[in-house]
């Protein structure tokens, strides 16, 4: 079977993470999230640990070298053998290059969760997660019990990054650098758009359905 490569693009909050974790369970493919995977490095004690969490929690991108590096890295293994889905890169045209380079043309493809700033906003303000990864929201998707992780009973925390004036530079980062690439996915006849605005569930049965459209087995 042909590698298949799907990209979450879309602005902060606009629920990539949350339908990227439902595709993978869907289609068996694993997730590159290098937001996820630079939240880890973030927690060790180490210089360069210590540096990605000062870039973070200004709502700054970390350097393309870095981000570059744990993709090359998380490409090669085993379990990157059926394909995988991406949240949160390429998220400027560097990174754009870089994968392409890595992957070729065919067979991928960018799935953009549309959504407006204020209700990311809305979103954010409400976002609880967990260390294994999980999302939730204190309104649109609460976990069963306040403050515990339905998954694993790991206490739920508000991310560094979700305060108003961080997620203000965010958002602003999102416009000028990663939005531009959707020019890119759309001349390459490679987008899919998804009115992200819809409830989780609706969201994810668009997503679904325009995979299936392509061909592609879920
Ligand atoms: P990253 O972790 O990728 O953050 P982000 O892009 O800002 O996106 P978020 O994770 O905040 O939101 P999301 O779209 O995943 O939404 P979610 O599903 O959680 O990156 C963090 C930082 O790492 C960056 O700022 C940067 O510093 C660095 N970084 C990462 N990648 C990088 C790269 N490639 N290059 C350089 N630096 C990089 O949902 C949000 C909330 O809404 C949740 O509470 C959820 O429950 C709720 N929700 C989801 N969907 C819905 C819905 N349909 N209706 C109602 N509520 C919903
Ligand atoms: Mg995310």
């Known amino acids: 079977m042909e590698k298949i490569y799907l990209i979450f693009l879309?602005?902060?909050?606009?629920?990539?993470?949350?339908?990227?974790?439902?595709?993978?369970?869907?289609?068996?493919?694993?997730?590159?999230?290098?937001?996820?995977?630079l939240r880890h490095e973030q927690e060790k004690n180490t210089n360069k640990g210590k540096m990605i969490k000062e870039i973070i929690v200004k709502g700054k991108l970390v350097s393309n070298k870095i981000v570059e590096a744990i993709i090359n890295?998380?490409?090669?293994?085993?379990?990157?053998?059926?394909?995988?889905?991406?949240?949160?890169?390429?998220?400027?045209?560097?990174?754009?290059?870089h994968l392409t380079g890595k992957l070729g043309k065919n067979n991928v493809y960018a799935i953009l969760v549309d959504v407006s700033d204020k209700e990311v906003k809305r979103r954010l303000g409400g976002r609880r997660?967990?260390?294994?990864?999980?999302?939730?929201?204190?309104?649109?998707?609460?976990?069963?019990?306040?403050?515990?992780?339905?998954?694993?009973?790991?206490?739920?925390?508000?991310?560094?990054d979700d305060r108003p004036k961080v997620i203000a530079d965010r958002l602003k980062l999102y416009h000028q650098q990663s939005e531009p690439l959707i020019d890119y996915w759309l001349k390459s006849k490679r987008l899919i758009k998804i009115n992200g605005g819809q409830n989780i569930s609706r969201v994810r049965k668009d997503i679904e359905k325009k995979i299936r459209n392509l061909g592609i087995k879920l």
Not at 130 to 144: E, I, M, R, S, V
């Open 73 to 97: 890295k998380r490409l090669t293994a085993k379990d990157a053998n059926k394909g995988m889905i991406f949240d949160g890169f390429p998220r400027n045209k560097n990174q754009l290059r």
């Open 129 to 160: 997660m967990c260390a294994c990864g999980a999302t939730y929201h204190l309104k649109y998707n609460p976990p069963q019990k306040s403050g515990i992780c339905d998954l694993c009973r790991g206490k739920l925390f508000i991310r560094n």
């Open 10 to 37: 879309g602005p902060p909050g606009s629920g990539k993470g949350t339908q990227a974790q439902m595709l993978s369970a869907k289609a068996k493919l694993p997730i590159i999230s290098t937001g996820e995977l």
